[in-house]
């Protein structure tokens, strides 16, 4: 159990666009998502802890309007890159967290590169 | 922020060696964790420490908890190929807290 998948797992777009990607908890309610963008050979950094049903908490220097985030459902959250960059170029991971398990525990998702040109 | 010094920053392993990470912190952690990640995707839970002086194995691999909560260390015993990849360790402060990450740790093969 507690698998978490990311949709779509590669993306490119072209520079002004808007790029939406979805992390879902498949077998678990998830109340808390967290958003981590990861550069090459560099550590995940968060970018944002996101609650079912309230705004999200977004980490100093991260841009809450560029970086939408939406944890709509028990299952289900968005990050949407708005006006893309080519510095936006990333890996994002998001990760999900079960209330009735320990609190440290954070299940992955795969990732989504992004690209863009 | 919080800052996770994590090293070595790679190495390379031999098949059948014992290799050897750590992390310090400047502040105290009530929570450490080490992840493995593969290129492309994400993170893998290996180990969770969550008491001072813990040591824990999960087959080839030990991680203890340093008893100033402000290290730990992982240990891989007899690698073996597909120990190849990056680890990372995790701090955590408190019950449902955002995590703390390492730089990383590249494991690589010899060639």
């Known amino acids: 159990g507690a698998v978490v998948s990311q949709h779509p797992s590669w993306v490119i777009c072209k520079s002004g666009t808007s790029v939406k990607i979805e992390c879902r908890s498949l077998?678990?309610?998830?109340?808390?998502m967290f958003w981590y963008r990861q550069f090459p050979k560099q550590s995940l950094m968060l970018m944002a802890t996101?609650?079912?049903?309230?705004?999200?908490?977004?980490e100093q220097g991260v841009e809450k309007d560029k970086f939408l985030i939406n944890h709509a459902s028990l299952t289900l959250s968005t990050l949407t890159v708005t006006s893309a960059h080519p510095e936006d170029s990333s890996f994002y991971i998001c990760s999900a967290r079960r209330p009735e398990g320990r609190a440290y525990e954070q299940y992955f998702g795969p990732g989504t590169r992004l690209t863009v040109t | 922020g919080q800052q996770l010094n994590q090293s070595p920053q790679s190495m390379f392993i031999q098949e059948g060696e014992d290799v050897s990470m750590n992390c310090t912190s400047s502040s105290i952690f009530n929570t450490w964790l080490w992840y493995k990640q593969d290129p492309g995707e994400g993170p893998v839970l290996l180990i969770a420490?969550?008491?001072?002086?813990e040591l824990t194995s999960n087959g080839r691999l030990t991680a203890q908890f340093g008893i100033t909560r402000k290290d730990s260390f992982l240990n891989i015993s007899a690698s073996i190929p597909s120990d190849v990849g990056i680890y990372f360790c995790a701090g955590q402060f408190a019950a449902g807290n955002k995590l703390t990450f390492g730089g990383g740790t590249r494991v690589l093969v010899k060639p």
């Open positions: 077998d678990f309610q998830a109340t808390t």
């Open positions: 996101s609650n079912e049903g309230s705004k999200a908490t977004y």
């Open positions: 420490l969550y008491k001072a002086g």
